[in-house]
């Protein structure tokens, strides 16, 4: 199994920013694929962000294009997700979690899961 630690949540007024990081334990960090998901009340688990092997290949969901950046750092074992002009609608529990090789936007699919953190957006 692949821990994952996700921190920097909180609470930030509309327009601000937060910047959301998974430190990652174990070996063969450059082989995983690495997600972003959130959770609102009411609502299913959605993909926010995903990142391929080595960056080769990124995804955002429509509502966050633009406005978040998805990345890794290889040599510090670490997933970042960097998120400016925030708004209420991204106030949500936010996830990392990780996969071996494929890509894959589909909760289901991801194997290990980080606890997740607190987005708070006021308006």
């Known amino acids: 199994e692949v821990p994952l630690q996700a921190s920097g949540g909180g609470l930030v007024q509309a327009g601000g920013s937060l910047t959301l990081s998974c430190a990652v334990s174990?070996?063969?960090?450059?082989?995983?694929?690495f997600g972003w998901f959130r959770q609102a009340p009411g609502k299913e688990r959605e993909g926010v962000s995903c990142?391929?092997?080595?960056?080769?290949?990124?995804y955002y969901t429509d509502s966050v294009n633009g406005r978040f950046t998805i990345s890794r750092d290889n040599a510090k074992n670490t997933v970042y997700l960097q998120m400016n002009s925030l708004k209420p609608e991204d106030t949500a529990v936010y996830y990392c979690?990780?996969?071996?090789?494929?890509?894959?936007?589909?909760?289901?699919?991801?194997?290990?899961w980080g606890q997740g953190t607190q987005v708070t957006v006021s308006s």
């Open positions: 979690a990780a996969r071996r090789s494929y890509y894959s936007t589909d909760p289901n699919v991801y194997d290990y």
């Open positions: 174990g070996s063969g960090f450059d082989d995983y694929t």
């Open positions: 990142i391929g092997t080595n960056n080769r290949l990124v």
